[in-house]
């Protein structure tokens, strides 16, 4: 089961105080769809405005990317740029 952490405001909004949240997902889409069900809105979010670590490893629109049963993975906010 893969550990999601998050410190960041705009997640607690969708999860309460929860820091950090065990999921079960094999990939990226999966994790979205399951922060989706468990915290209606967060799934969306999260695809629309965050980036994703997966064992420290930054990702970003990486659906298919996969996540191991023992990966830690953190949200965070994306960087806008020009």
């Known amino acids: 089961m893969a550990r ?9 909004a969708f999860t309460g ?5 065990d999921v079960q ?3 990226v ?3 979205i769809a399951e922060l ?3 915290f209606p809105g967060l799934g969306a979010h999260v ?3 965050m980036a994703i670590a997966i ?7 990486a659906l298919a990317e996969p996540i191991g049963p023992d990966s830690e993975v ?5 960087i806008g740029g020009g």
């Open 4 to 12: 999601l952490l998050s410190a960041v405001d705009e997640v607690r």
């Open 17 to 21: 105080t929860a820091d950090v949240i």
């Open 25 to 27: 997902a094999r990939t």
């Open 29 to 31: 889409g999966g994790l």
């Open 36 to 38: 989706e069900r468990r």
């Open 47 to 49: 695809q629309q405005r």
């Open 55 to 61: 064992d420290g490893e930054i990702h970003q629109d």
């Open 74 to 78: 953190v949200l965070i906010p994306r």
